[in-house]
Antibody, heavy 121, light 108 residues
Framework: QVQLVESGGGVVQPGKSLRLSCAASGFSFSNFGMHWVRQAPGKGLEWVSAIWYDGSHTYFADSVKGRFTIARDNSKDTLYLQINSLRAEDTAVYYC??????????????WGQGTLVTVSS | EIVLTQSPGTLSLSPGERATLSCRASQSVSSSYLAWYQQKPGRAPRLLIYGTSNRATDIPDRFRGSGSGTDFTLTISRLEPEDFAVYYCQQYGSSPLTFGGGTKVEIK
């Protein structure tokens, strides 16, 4: 069965960096686009970033552009999100999600359980 | 950026009743690339509908999506106890992808 397991969250000081990982299993990871979506405590969903199946195209929300980087290692079936210059407003549960297609324009049909990032001094 | 506005914010209904949720876009959604998700407290979102009206795997037929252009609707024909949750629409036709603010369906 499809599984997505995020890791790397924690409490981080403002201005610091963090790398989140998402380990995929149960499907051909290299055939699907992948997404990161976040949810601040008590708030709604916010799409953050997407990457094509081969890593050739990446996309970001305006709120994170220039600070976040998305990448994938298809040999390890793993998705990454590098978060730099962390701000208090980045505090959220970060979900990785599988796109239904190989590219970015797709709904997300499988989601991980999420990893909590808390930005606090 | 396409802004999605969901209404109402909260819907109070009884089991067995019909729920109608609205999602309005600030501009036309490309190729009807509109999805609906259900989220329960402490859980990840679950895809219900993609491409405006296509049910995702294992989604019961009491969930129906419809609409086009800028106006979309999720209808739950007869609410089951497990349907009380928050529902989000998402457009994925243009970048950045965006979500609506959500509609909470609560037990009356």
């Amino acid at each position: 069965q499809v599984q997505l397991v995020e890791s790397g969250g924690g409490v981080v000081q403002p201005g610091k960096s963090l790398r989140l990982s998402c380990a995929a299993s149960g499907f051909s990871f290299s055939n699907f686009g992948m997404h990161w979506v976040r949810q601040a405590p008590g708030k709604g969903l916010e799409w953050v970033s997407a990457i094509w199946y081969d890593g050739s195209h990446t996309y970001f929300a305006d709120s994170v552009k220039g600070r976040f980087t998305i990448a994938r290692d298809n040999s390890k079936d793993t998705l990454y999100l590098q978060i730099n210059s962390l701000r208090a407003e980045d505090t959220a549960v970060y979900y990785c999600a599988r796109g239904r297609n190989y590219y970015d324009a797709s709904a997300s049909d499988y989601w991980g359980q999420g990893t909590l990032v808390t930005v606090s001094s | 950026e396409i802004v999605l506005t969901q209404s109402p914010g909260t819907l109070s209904l009884s089991p067995g009743e019909r729920a109608t949720l609205s999602c309005r876009a600030s501009q036309s959604v490309s190729s009807s690339y509109l999805a609906w998700y259900q989220q329960k407290p402490g859980r990840a979102p679950r895809l219900l509908i993609y491409g405006t009206s296509n049910r995702a795997t294992d989604i019961p037929d009491r969930f129906r999506g419809s609409g086009s252009g800028t106006d979309f609707t999720l209808t739950i024909s007869r609410l089951e106890p497990e349907d009380f949750a928050v529902y989000y629409c998402q457009q994925y036709g243009s970048s950045p992808l965006t979500f609506g603010g959500g509609t909470k369906v609560e037990i009356k």
